[in-house]
T-cell receptor, first 117, second 114 residues
Framework: ETGVTQTPRHLVMGMTNKKSLKCEQH?????MYWYKQSAKKPLELMFV???????ENNSVPSRFSPECPNSSHLFLHLHTLQPEDSALYLC????????????????FGEGSWLTVV | GENVEQHPSTLSVQEGDSAVIKCTYS??????FPWYKQELGKRPQLIID?????GEKKDQRIAVTLNKTAKHFSLHITETQPEDSAVYFC?????????????FGQGTELSVKP
């Protein structure tokens, strides 16, 4: 138990469906992340939220839409995905950096296995 | 941009032998280097980390070394055991990195044979 909880753990969706992945952290962190992990590929950073503000979007297609309503919750809204989007989506949190202080390490959730059919 | 290269991609050792995984980073402003272990079907978990003001850190059978001049860092596992079998990821973070994001290496699949 790392204090980062993701739901659902497994999701199968059609290309025309709309679904959402949810992440909740109970660690008091102020930064949250979405990473994508495909087979035989490194962890790819998708989005970074710091203090509920999106600070980075790594050229992710618009069919992925993140939402961070508060520092404890992060969503990834999915719409008209493609089969190649099938992957493990990992949420993570950390006590993110400020311009003055160094941040701490990232803690991952268990991930949501997404299959697009 | 920021980039982390990790080698080898696969590593097979006999139980009791040592294993070494190496990473290089491109951003000279990187100052934090964690290592994660990911067992099959599970989340990546932090096993050890090192900051740029330290050259080496050890925790039981695991050690990490950092060479800032050469911009590379390594994970050393001694007296390997079958339960060490997993995918290991190195990562780096820049001091200028707002939000604290980590850039990961490609991963090394370690197999420890009994």
């Amino acid at each position: 138990e790392t204090g980062v909880t993701q739901t659902p753990r497994h999701l199968v969706m059609g290309m025309t469906n709309k679904k959402s992945l949810k992440c909740e952290q109970h660690l008091g962190h102020n930064a949250m992340y979405w990473y994508k992990q495909s087979a035989k590929k490194p962890l790819e950073l998708m989005f970074v939220y710091s203090l509920e503000e999106r600070v980075e979007n790594n050229s992710v297609p618009s069919r992925f839409s993140p939402e961070c309503p508060n520092s404890s919750h992060l969503f990834l809204h999915l719409h008209t995905l493609q089969p190649e989007d099938s992957a493990l989506y990992l949420c993570a949190s950390s006590q993110g950096r400020t311009r003055i202080r160094s941040g701490n390490t990232i803690y991952f959730g268990e991930g949501s296995w997404l299959t697009v059919v | 941009g920021e980039n982390v290269e990790q080698h080898p991609s696969t590593l097979s050792v006999q139980e009791g032998d040592s294993a070494v995984i190496k990473c290089t980073y491109s951003d000279s402003a990187s100052n934090y280097f964690p290592w994660y272990k990911q067992e099959l079907g599970k989340r990546p978990q932090l096993i050890i980390d090192i900051r740029s003001n330290v050259g080496e850190k050890k925790d039981q059978r695991i050690a990490v070394t950092l060479n800032k001049t050469a911009k590379h860092f390594s994970l050393h596992i001694t007296e390997t055991q079958p339960e060490d079998s997993a995918v290991y990821f190195c990562a780096a973070r820049s001091v200028y990195n707002q939000g604290g994001k980590l850039i990961f290496g490609q991963g090394t699949e370690l197999s420890v044979k009994p």
